[in-house]
């Protein structure tokens, strides 16, 4: 099975900051990573897939970078709607998800 | 636009076995490259995967639970259904049913509203 940890597992950080989440594989995934938002009682919304290519309809202030086994999701500048949980996700074998990084306002 | 919705019960007792279905819309499961595929949520914690259900019949599951799930698909209906047996309350989560897309294994694009399991007695 591969693992995948992401760090930190919180971030405090007020609007306007730049804000960057890590997540490591276990083992090499190539580039076959997904990044999703996720609020509240809501299902996880896609941003980012295959580590760097932004979803249609996200904002730019997303991107993605990283291959083999780190990867990270950078937020330029955190918007008041960006506060949420984030999960980064392999999809070279199966299917599995970080533990989830809550962006918190500071 | 593509939708997808969950339904089953709410409530199962330890045991028991579950099924849920998932309805869609804006989509063919019998389009090359098309999945769906199966997420729960534990309260508090991270998703998990499943199970998926591919165009040309193939599926995948979570090896940890792979004795325990069967996923289905009526193409005339847009539906998938998940069953899983012996039914715990560890087993208790949000379950979503999710729009598979992308190459390689593929990346779940279009997520359902989710649908609260409890598992008690």
């Known amino acids: 099975d591969i693992q995948m940890t992401q760090s930190p597992s919180t971030l405090s950080a007020s609007v306007g900051d730049r804000v960057a989440i890590t997540c490591r594989a276990s083992q090499s995934i190539n580039n076959w990573l997904a990044w999703y938002q996720q609020k509240p009682g809501k299902a996880p919304k896609l941003l980012m897939y295959k580590a760097s290519t932004l979803e249609s309809g996200v904002p730019s202030r997303f991107s993605g970078s990283g291959s083999g086994t780190e990867f990270t999701l950078t937020i330029s500048s955190l918007q008041p709607d960006d506060f949420a949980t984030y999960y980064c996700?392999?999809?070279?074998?199966?299917?599995?998800f970080g533990q989830g990084t809550k962006v918190e306002i500071k | 636009q593509i939708t997808l919705k969950e339904s089953g019960p709410t409530l199962v007792k330890p045991t028991q076995t579950l099924t849920l279905a998932c309805s869609f819309s804006g989509f063919s499961l019998s389009t090359d490259g098309v999945g769906v595929g199966w997420i729960r949520q534990p309260p508090g914690k991270a998703p998990e995967w499943l199970a998926v259900i591919y165009w040309g019949d193939e599926k995948r599951y979570s090896p940890s639970l792979k004795s325990r799930l069967t996923i289905t698909k009526d193409t005339s209906k847009n539906q998938v259904v998940l069953t899983m047996t012996n039914m715990d309350p560890v087993d208790t989560a949000t379950y979503y049913c999710?729009?598979?897309?992308?190459?390689?294994?593929?990346?779940?694009?279009?997520w359902g509203q989710g649908t609260l399991v409890t598992v008690s007695s």
């Open positions: 999710a729009h598979r897309r992308g190459n390689w294994g593929g990346f779940f694009d279009h």
């Open positions: 996700q392999q999809y070279s074998s199966y299917w599995t």
